[in-house]
């Protein structure tokens, strides 16, 4: 009986294992590693892109989020204070940050000669020129038709930030175009003496005043501060303007003088007057007194007179005869009679001279 025999294939050994499948094997486990490593990064990426979107907002600012270019809350929400916040990061979300309390500074860019920040800051200045050059040299016409430079730099901090972030492409440069406009406007509205010497503050309050009214205006949201307005003739005129400012402060010296010396005579005056009318008062009190007094006195002697008219005129006239006579040797008095007869008076003019009197002897 035959048998037939067929292969077993169960204990085969396995078959070997070629070079290209092993490679493919490493390929497949690097890659598998390389997966994982960027699913990892992917991660990190992804939690540092929003990580990135938290900041913070100062005490003196105000933030808006820009979604897309559009404020992001409503209309009392869309600024945020101060703290900490998240937004999306760029370019989804952009944050504007807004000083509000910060003192903002803008200068003017007319009206003013050519020159740079560095030439300013090191005090070089090139030379004037036999004229002035329109193209680059900048400067204001004044109302008496003189040509000047001046310039001026505002102050001024955010009051409303929404609009000053979103009614305009660039407020500062508004702000700007309004100072430039006050210089020149103002400058045409005062003669060139005022300007440089006679009414420095008034032509620098009516710059202010007139930036005020523009920004307010425009509803820019800023409050200003302060206006520094600096005004200068024309370089090539500085010796003119010089001289014609030596002769006014002269003029100006010799009128102070003059009105000085005319207070100080005034014054001279005033105090010799018053003295005058105070001596004159004084005297005039002195002499009503005084004829007052007499008039009391007289008024007091009355009733004596009355009583006994002779006797009165008799005492009267020994009283003031007294003081007449005091040096006199011999007074004699012949009162009237009572009868109205005249007195006979006999007189020896031939007397012996009175003896001088002697000491007493000693005893």
């Not at 025999?5 to 070997?16: G, I, L, N, S, V």
């Not at 003013?112 to 002035?132: C, D, K, N, R, V």
């Amino acid at each position: 009986m035959s048998h037939d025999h067929e292969p077993d294939h169960t204990h085969e050994p396995p078959a070997p294992v070629t070079p290209d499948d092993a490679g493919s094997q490493a390929l497949a486990e690097a890659l598998r590693s390389s997966f994982a490593i960027v699913k990892v990064v992917m991660l990190l990426m992804v939690l540092a892109f929003f990580s990135s979107g938290f900041f913070t907002v100062g005490p003196s600012e105000k933030a808006v989020i820009l979604r897309f270019g559009r404020p992001v809350g409503e209309v009392e929400k869309v600024l945020l204070n101060s703290g900490w916040h998240w937004s999306y990061p760029y370019p989804i979300d952009e944050v504007v940050k807004i000083p509000i309390t910060e003192i903002q500074k803008v200068n003017s860019t007319v009206g003013w000669y050519a020159t740079t920040a560095e030439q300013e800051l090191s005090g070089e200045e090139l030379p004037a020129g036999a004229s002035l050059n329109p193209a680059v040299d900048g400067y204001a016409i004044t109302a008496d038709r003189n040509i000047i430079h001046t310039r001026a730099t505002l102050y001024y901090h955010i009051e409303n930030p929404i609009y000053f972030v979103f009614d305009f492409v660039s407020a500062s440069n508004t702000v700007q175009n309004a100072l430039n406009n006050a210089l020149l406007y103002t400058a045409a509205h005062f003669n060139v003496d005022d300007v440089l010497t006679r009414d420095v503050a008034g032509f620098r309050d009516a710059v202010l005043q007139r930036v005020s009214d523009l920004t307010e205006q425009e509803q820019l949201g800023i409050v200003i501060d302060q206006c520094e307005v600096q005004s200068i003739p024309p370089r090539q005129l500085l010796d003119v303007f010089t001289r014609v400012t030596t002769a006014r402060e002269n003029r100006n010296k010799i009128l102070n003088d003059a009105r000085s010396y005319e207070n100080q005579i005034l014054s001279q005056a005033g105090a010799q007057a018053s003295s005058i009318t105070n001596a004159a008062a004084a005297d005039r009190a002195r002499f009503v007194e005084s004829i007052t007094a007499e008039a009391k006195r007289f008024s007091d002697l009355l009733p004596k007179y009355e009583s006994n008219p002779s006797l009165f005129a008799q005492k009267t006239l020994v009283e003031m005869m007294g003081p007449m006579l005091t040096n006199v040797q011999d007074k004699i008095f012949l009162p009237e009679r009572a009868d109205g007869k005249p007195r006979e008076l006999r007189l020896m003019l031939n007397r012996e001279p009175p003896q001088p009197k002697t000491a007493p002897a000693n005893p």
